[in-house]
């Protein structure tokens, strides 16, 4: 399963990764719907991970705009 990630905000990837990882720490899960739960959380870790690096340089672009004024 593909994450598209514009269609899905920092909040919603949260949420739905840590639901996967506490899905996975419970150790119910078959084998197959394992990996396929694997594979969706890396994806939404990707995708925080880009939201939080493009959060942090845009506060970096409004820092250093206040600091020129």
Same mark, same amino acid.
């Given at each position: 399963m593909t994450v598209k990630k514009n269609d899905i905000s920092f909040e919603e990837a949260? &949420?739905? =990764? #840590? &639901?996967i990882v506490e899905d996975l720490n419970n150790g119910d899960m078959e084998l197959e719907k394992a990996i396929t739960a694997y %594979? &969706?959380?890396?994806? =939404? &870790? +990707?995708?925080? #991970? %880009?939201?939080?690096? +493009?959060?942090? #340089?845009r506060i970096e672009l409004?820092? +250093?705009k206040k600091q020129e004024n």
């Open positions: 949260l &949420k739905d =990764l #840590e &639901k %594979e &969706k959380g890396i994806q =939404l &870790k +990707n995708i925080c #991970e %880009e939201r939080l690096k +493009n959060a942090q #340089e409004i820092q +250093n």
